[in-house]
């Protein structure tokens, strides 16, 4: 279960890293990216961000197990994979290549990441 904690803090981590480095080959290679609106190089960077501190944090937390680490990571994941879900619906649940890397890159990774959170013991606290 932690090695897929290591490979979706990796890919999150590399994400932001890619969006942060070559913003425009990320706009013109995700699926759906330009169905979006045009490119905005400030906000592809503060996506990038985001990606990069999920990573950061879900690394941190297959490394120390640690369960409240691992949700606060996950929580900008979560919410996005929750909108494009919206986006999906709102495109009457076509199934094309925007819907497959909404799936296997969005969908998978953090509701993955988040049942392995769920199944993991708190820390106990010290005092």
Do not use: C
């Not at 990796?10 to 169905?35: C, D, E, H, K, R």
């Not at 909108?83 to 076509?94: K, P, V």
């Amino acid at each position: 279960m932690v090695r897929v904690l290591w490979i979706v803090g990796i890919y999150y981590l590399a994400s932001g890293v890619l969006m942060w480095t070559q913003p425009q080959f990320w706009y013109a290679n995700t699926p759906g990216a330009a169905a979006m609106g045009p490119f905005n190089l400030h906000f592809i960077r503060d996506i990038a961000l985001v990606f990069g501190v999920s990573g950061l944090a879900i690394l941190h937390a297959a490394r120390t197990r640690s369960r409240d680490v691992l949700i606060v990571g996950l929580g900008w994941p979560a919410l996005h994979a929750l909108y494009h879900l919206a986006i999906w619906a709102n495109r009457d649940f076509a199934f094309d290549m925007i819907t497959l890397v909404n799936l296997l890159g969005i969908q998978l990774p953090v509701w993955t990441s988040l049942a392995i959170a769920f199944s993991m013991q708190p820390k106990e606290q010290t005092s």
